[in-house]
């Protein structure tokens, strides 16, 4: 049989390019090795050996010979086309029964991402349709096509963990290894010294002596506080129950008790104890991302954690950090829940590489109550889904923590006994006496003058643009009209105020309360949820200090002159109303937490899919296997509502990035430069801004804010029509 070719190198011989047999059996090799770890390698054997099948075609070696500018007449036309992703499905598909139908959707999609089976959604690119053109590519190659079927395992059923209901995320784990096969070869073969940045990091060993090194040197150093004390016991009961098998863990610990370092050594004791491959951090925002990875990185060596997110700075990434978001092959990964949850329910290849590499893991889900509620079901199914099949021990780490309905039976790590509430009690939340009664901003801000160093946080944008304007000059303005790199340098005014002692006064939306560590003696908050009073409560006395004169931070919830918008923020406010009602009510008391959060979850009108969508995660993924609408459920699943348009702003010294933007247009470099220049407006406000002179797009769907923005407030969006619904946060 004469040779064919997977891949060519420009400027070199055909003696130099890559056999197509030997791509085959080395990504069948590497993509069985993946998949041995949850039962599944003769599954990722065969699709490594099927996946490139058709570039045995006359029109696939012809297009490498055209693609090098050589002659390609030893190959007539015959019927065949070039793209051959669907011919190895179509083989598997004829060929292989039911077990093909699997393979069929992790072969057509290896380039392209999953597809859905039928065309309802996805058109012309649905894998009922796309089977027709491999079909015709197979009629072709019969002879390769046999030889190549002569080396497929035999395949009966998948492995005994396998349901309807998780049939869909272990087809995209298969799929995982052969797209992170099928890149490492090709790349391997393309680029050797690339490919040698790879790995080479520490292993989980070396990074526990660094770990419990730290921590030891931490609580040596520490103050001989009652906080200081508690921190310990905390990290001595994750350690024992880091002795634990592997499953669902909750650690529930008060905002101050030292959660992070504490969830990182039960992940690290347990990963060595239970042989786990990687350390997963998952946090709910890019606010608190930095702030962990920084903390980690001081532990570690900022090289050793490979942070995965949109915000990172392009100077903390380097070449082999950036290969390593690709498949987080690393031993610690902090990432966002966006990346997290939306790579489990992800089509398109870029987003699934990563999937093996989650198997056999350990997870830390930091503030877990901060999931998005109208995706609730989808995210605890993936999480029961990947403890009980995939061999992940998954934490969910909070002071608040949820009750997630569905979720499989969890394991406390703190015991009772300890007693952590009580003990690091270090504020007195006072409730409206009536909850009919509303302040006035006027009235609201006399009482908030009156104290030195304070902290307000409402629940929307205009509600923190109005109540600043009556404030005395020098108080500070914190929104998400605000852009990044403008928050961060707000936040550290904020601390230094702090630090100094002098007058701080604070009015703010609830961005405050997502991980900002930040320490005042009193706390108003706006009338919302339960876990967003306990977040804001996080940040008043924080560190305790005032317990050692004898008394407590003051935390002081009021009623606003308006109701919270319709929507999520309504539904938490109208649960808050209800709680004080029960008797033994104490918003510090974690069994309260419970409470709300199942009668908070009670008022969702859904939680399996966001309002609008196509289709419903828990049922369609699972009623109609094996026709699985892959494609449509990866658009589908989106953590963040993508009904919000970035705009630019000029801040600080962005003018450069921006001119490049505008210049060049959009590249890794000024994308990245430009990340934390952004403030997100509904999208369908965009074109009325545009017609009033207030935006400008310098590139398609690249906007930038030509309005007003104020050094204090930030993006002078009011005056234009927005609603309060558009401005929360």
Known sequence: MKDFYAHSLPGQPEDNWQKLEDHLRQVAEKAAEFAEPFQSA??????????????????????????????????????????????????????????????????????????????????????????EEGRRNLACIPQFAQSIGAVLRPLAKPPAFVKAENAHLWIRMIFSCLVD??????????????????????????????????????????????????????????????????????????????????????????????????????????????????????????????????NLDPERSSPRSELACENWDAPIIVTTSVQFFESLYAAKTGAARKLHNMVNSVVILDEAQLLPPELLTPCVEAMNHLVSCFGVTLVLATATQPALPGLLPVQEIIQPELNLYARLRRTNITLPVDWKVRVTWSGLAARVTGHEQVLCIVNTRRDCYELHAFMPKGTIH?????????????????????????????????????????????VYRA?????????????????????????????????????????????????????????????????????????????????????????????????????????????????????????????????????????????????????????????RQVAALKAQGLVEEIRPDFWLWIGKYDAVTGLDAFGTGFSPEEMTI
């Open 478 to 522: 914190l929104s998400a009209l605000m852009c990044g790199a403008h928050r961060s340098d707000v936040i550290a005014e904020i601390k230094r105020r702090l630090e100094a002692g002098g007058p701080c006064r604070v009015i703010s939306t609830q961005l405050v309360e997502a991980g900002v560590d930040i320490d005042f003696p009193v």
């Open 42 to 131: 003769d599954w990722a054997w065969n699709a490594g050996w099927l996946h490139d099948l058709g570039k045995a075609t006359n029109a696939f070696q012809s297009y490498l010979l055209q693609q090098n500018d050589l002659d390609d007449s030893a190959y007539d036309a015959d019927g065949s086309v070039s793209n051959h992703a669907s011919t190895g499905a179509a083989y598997a598909q004829d060929h292989l029964k039911l077990p093909g139908r699997i393979l069929a959707y992790i072969l057509a999609g290896h380039h392209a991402g999953l597809p859905d089976w039928d065309g309802a959604e996805t058109g012309n690119a649905a894998l009922s349709i796309r089977l």
């Open 181 to 310: 096969a099928d890149r490492l070869n090709t790349g391997g073969f393309r680029d050797p010294d690339k490919l040698a940045l790879r790995g080479d990091f520490p292993n989980l060993g070396t990074l526990a002596h660094a770990l419990f090194q730290a921590l030891e040197t931490l609580e040596r150093n520490a103050m001989p506080t009652e906080v200081n004390a508690i921190r310990s016991e905390v990290r001595r009961a994750c350690e024992a129950a880091a002795e634990q098998p592997p499953g669902l863990f909750s650690l529930t610990v008060p905002t101050g008790g030292g959660k992070t370092l504490s969830a990182m050594a039960f992940a690290m004791q347990h990963a060595i104890r239970h042989s786990k491959r990687r350390i997963i951090y998952v946090i709910p925002y890019t606010s608190i991302i930095e702030q962990t990875a920084k903390t980690l990185g001081d532990i570690f060596g900022p090289e050793n954690i490979v942070e995965h997110h949109s």
């Open 527 to 683: 009338l919302a949820g339960l876990d967003s009073i306990a977040q804001a409560a996080g940040r008043c006395n924080r560190e305790g200090k005032l317990n050692a004169t004898g008394s407590r931070g003051e935390v002081h919830v009021f009623i606003p002159p308006k109701p919270a918008p319709l929507g999520l923020l309504r539904k938490g406010e109208d649960t808050m109303r209800e709680m004080p009602a029960i008797s033994g009510f104490d918003p510090q008391e974690p069994t309260c937490y419970t409470r709300y959060f199942e009668s908070y979850y009670a008022r969702l009108n859904a939680t399996t899919g966001r309002p609008g969508s196509k289709i419903t995660f828990n049922q369609d993924l699972a009623r109609d296997f094996p026709c699985i609408p892959f494609r449509t459920a990866g658009t589908e699943f989106r953590m963040i509502d993508d009904t919000q348009q970035a705009v630019l702003v000029r801040w600080g010294d962005n003018d450069k990035w921006l001119n490049e933007l505008r210049i060049k247009g959009p590249t890794r470099e000024t994308l990245r430069a430009l990340q934390r220049s952004c403030v997100n407006l509904p999208r």
